[in-house]
């Protein structure tokens, strides 16, 4: 679930700073370029998929091997939050970007897991 997270991001970043079309749909609720170039794109000046390859990275690198079950529950809970606030966003342009959703699936599905396997992982 992090490496297609961080891909997807990855792909959003590279579309943020080159101006490349991003391949989406652009007419109808379906429409990835009103809900990446609007508003709520950045978190005080910060591209969120920049934040999202942050997120995913973090939850390769250190979560599995150093933090313990609260950090993993913790980190995943704070993803959701976003999440949250991110499917709100859209909510209000009345716009759904696709590659966002799935990015939302990638982190929900990561705090189920921490959930499922919480007691497999040792601090």
């Known amino acids: 679930m992090s490496i297609i997270g961080i ?8 579309i943020r700073y080159t101006s490349t079309p991003v391949a989406c749909p652009d007419t109808g609720i379906i429409n990835c370029g009103t809900v990446l170039s609007s508003q709520y794109s950045t978190i005080f000046g910060v591209p969120n998929a920049v934040l999202g390859i ?3 990275a973090i939850e390769i690198i250190f979560i ?5 079950r609260e950090q993993m529950l913790l980190l995943n809970g704070v993803g959701l939050a976003f999440v949250l606030y991110f499917i709100s966003t859209e909510y209000v342009l ?11 699936l990638c982190v929900i599905g990561l705090l189920a897991i921490s959930l499922k396997y919480q007691d ?4």
């Open 64 to 68: 599995y091997k150093y933090f313990g």
């Open 54 to 56: 942050v997120f995913f």
């Open 120 to 123: 497999k992982v040792t601090s």
């Open 94 to 104: 009345k716009a759904i970007c696709v590659y966002c959703t799935a990015v939302h």
């Open 7 to 14: 891909a997807i991001s990855a792909y959003l970043t590279f």
